[in-house]
């Protein structure tokens, strides 16, 4: 039996429009972010995996879902 994919348009990392290497802010506010990894969990959760400095001397880093997410200025 086929079953229909979860991922709603919203979601999808073919509708994401961050790409490795860009500099992305979480919608809610928050520092900038760069993309360093996108990919899905066994359970095809989508994720993308961000690094951002903390006072511009402390690396960061945390995995996000797409739609937390928006490109630096958009």
Same mark, same amino acid.
């Given at each position: @039996? ?15 429009? +961050?790409?490795? %290497? /860009?500099?992305?802010? +979480?919608?809610?506010?928050?520092? =900038? ?5 996108? %990919? =899905?969990?066994?359970? /095809?959760? +989508? ?8 006072? @511009? ?11 937390? +997410? ?5």
């Amino acid at each position: @039996e086929r079953r229909e994919d979860p991922r709603t348009e919203e979601n999808s990392m073919d509708e994401f429009k +961050l790409k490795i %290497g /860009d500099v992305g802010v +979480l919608k809610s506010g928050g520092p =900038s972010m760069t993309v360093v990894a996108t %990919g =899905s969990t066994l359970t /095809d959760e +989508l994720w993308v995996h961000c690094f951002w400095f903390n006072d @511009e001397t402390v690396r960061r880093e945390g995995r996000f879902p797409p739609a937390a +997410l928006k490109q630096k200025g958009a």
